[in-house]
């Protein structure tokens, strides 16, 4: 039996994080990095507060992340999490290239080609790959935020005027606003749910 065309772009978005898992666990760095990385790691290790402007959402999250048995060592679980964060963004991401492609490329198999493609692209750019491996700052997570109330606010939109559900709204906003304790960068999303969504 072969799987539905939404279940195969499900697949293929699966496929597209797990490649890019499997690229950051092979690169990850084995211990802290330059710059930001010890401060956070240790903040999350203590739940502290980094420099400002603190980044509480990035603390908790690592904090019980870094409670999992998924590495040997604290900073290596937290660098995982970059890597985990980043993944996940990428089959995002394919998930909006892929519904962007639906008007331009009317068959399925090319467009999730085209998709794939695009967020390999976007997964091993260098400033990505570099975040995904050593978590020095906190751009992970809010790349995965913006991802995922873009992706929240396509499926939204391609329901029906009138069968609309006002949660998947509520969950957009209560997004939106989970992020901006993360970093003001995934407020940068915030313009296109507001054309979209009025």
Known sequence: MTPTPAKQTYLTAAGVSLAALMLYIVTLAPTTQFWD???????????????????????????????????????????????????????????????WLRPIVAPDGWRRLAAAAGAIVGATMFTVWNQAVANEKVYTISVLSIALILWLTLRWADEPAETRPDNLLVLIVYLLALTATNQLMGLLVAPRCSFTCC
């Open 37 to 99: 990385a010890s401060e956070y790691i240790a903040a999350a290790h203590a739940l502290g507060i980094p420099h400002p402007p603190g980044n509480p959402f990035f603390v908790i999250v690592a904090h019980v992340w870094g409670l999992l048995p998924v590495a040997s060592d604290y900073a290596r679980r937290i660098n995982f999490l970059a890597a985990v964060t980043s993944a996940t963004s990428a089959g995002l991401w394919f998930l909006i290239g892929e519904r």
